[in-house]
């Protein structure tokens, strides 16, 4: 019944930005952790950003200061803000939830880390971003 619809990539040059949304549905869950995770060719998934419930957020080093995480309850949709790109973060982006999430892996956001992909239930199909040098 979970369903994660990303938007919004495309291509852009070097040092552009671009904001990616993902509309959720189907889960009643009174708190979740959401993330972004992104796969570049010949890469494995990684992690860049994640936001609880509660507004804390977590970013992977190689974002920090550059992506922004966010949510938006009233819409029902995750954001990330991109600024600053560079053509290493061309990947298909996704995101992903776990509803009603354990309380160490709140934490884990409240600290400012990235829950394990793992742990995630639902993710979407993805969007394409390519950032051009």
């Known amino acids: 019944q979970v369903q994660l619809m990303e938007s919004g990539g495309g291509s852009v040059q070097a040092g552009g930005s671009l904001r990616l949304s993902c509309a959720a549905s189907g889960y009643t869950a009174s708190t979740f952790c959401m993330c972004w995770f992104r796969q570049a060719p010949g890469k494995e998934r990684e992690e860049v950003a994640a936001?609880?419930?509660?507004?804390?957020?977590g970013y992977t080093d190689s974002v920090k200061g550059r992506f922004t995480i966010s949510f938006d309850n009233a819409k029902n949709t995750l954001y990330l803000q991109m600024s600053s790109l560079k053509p290493e973060d061309t990947a298909m982006y996704y995101c992903?939830?776990?509803?009603?999430?354990?309380?160490?892996?709140?934490?884990?956001?409240?600290?400012?880390?990235?829950?394990?992909?793992?742990?995630?239930?639902?993710w979407g199909q993805g969007t394409q971003v390519t950032v051009s040098s």
């Open positions: 992903a939830v776990v509803p009603n999430p354990r309380d160490d892996i709140r934490g884990l956001v409240t600290m400012g880390w990235l829950p394990p992909l793992y742990e995630y239930n639902y």
């Open positions: 936001v609880d419930s509660d507004g804390s957020t």
